[in-house]
């Protein structure tokens, strides 16, 4: 093989460009071409000279095989950039403003009117339905059975329901209605007032509202409030009797430890 190593004066001094031109084989007469640093170090290829460089040499018009600045490939370089960034922008929405031209085979080009607001349309909206997700139907059958009970195993007793509620829908029980107005209160910040269209206790299947529980509509009178309202306050009555009486319990039996350590 026969060497030829020169200076670069494209890069920094003290940069060697050496040209390896080979005699013999299917290859003959070609040549490869390498970079040598200041320092000695060998470089095969464009890319490991441009990031041993970095930023402090602009190889974008650096011609590896000539060691020379070429400015006609830094314009076709600019060319294939600029068609990159056309082909790229090509899925982005169009925001030029002009008129579009029809194509057509006409060889006069001619504009097409654009319509971007007409005063008769309109948009409707349903933010309820666009935020909520879909919901199984007749999914409170799959609370049926579930009892509750308390820290000792034992299961509660189950709440009576008034006359006024009556479920609907297949193989509904008042369990499974007590269960399902209890999710409905704790889940849903809107007012319960179950199934409110008739269609829906002949054909639950369609025109069942998913947001309400599976009854019959409902409505809640004064004396229905009233009533409520003296159960709790019988219950919160009960409960402070029974604090009281936890307390005044607790109370004696400290006072019998003391005079039983002071005998």
Request: glycine share 4%; proline share 6%.
């Amino acid at each position: 093989m026969e060497r030829k190593r020169t200076d670069c004066p494209a890069l920094p001094p003290g940069w060697k460009k050496e040209e390896v031109i080979r005699k013999s084989g299917l290859s003959a007469g070609k040549s490869d071409v390498y970079y040598y640093s200041p320092t000695g170090k060998k470089f095969r290829s464009k890319p490991q000279l441009s990031r041993y460089l970095g930023n402090t040499v602009d190889l974008g018009c650096f011609d590896f095989r000539t060691g020379k600045m070429m400015p006609s490939k830094m314009q076709k370089n600019k060319q294939r950039l600029r068609s990159d960034i056309l082909s790229l922008s090509k899925g982005k929405p169009d925001l030029n403003t002009a008129l579009p031209i029809r194509q057509t085979a006409s060889i006069f080009k001619q504009p097409v009117t654009k319509v971007v607001n007409h005063p008769n349309n309109k948009v409707k909206t349903d933010l309820q339905r666009a935020t909520e997700q879909p919901r199984q139907l007749f999914w409170e059958k799959r609370l049926k059975g579930l009892r509750s009970s308390d820290v000792s195993e034992e299961v509660l007793r189950t709440m009576d329901l008034p006359k006024g509620l009556q479920s609907i829908g297949p193989d509904s029980s008042d369990e499974t209605l007590l269960s399902a107005i209890a999710s409905a209160l704790h889940m849903s910040s809107a007012p319960i007032t179950g199934q409110t269209s008739t269609a829906a206790e002949k054909n639950p299947a369609i025109w069942l509202n998913t947001s309400q529980p599976l009854c019959k509509a409902f409505t809640v009178t004064d004396e229905d409030i009233r009533e409520q309202e003296l159960k709790v306050h019988q219950a919160r009555r009960s409960l402070e009797e029974a604090l009281m009486a936890d307390t005044l319990a607790r109370a004696a039996e400290s006072t019998r430890d003391m005079e039983g350590r002071a005998a």
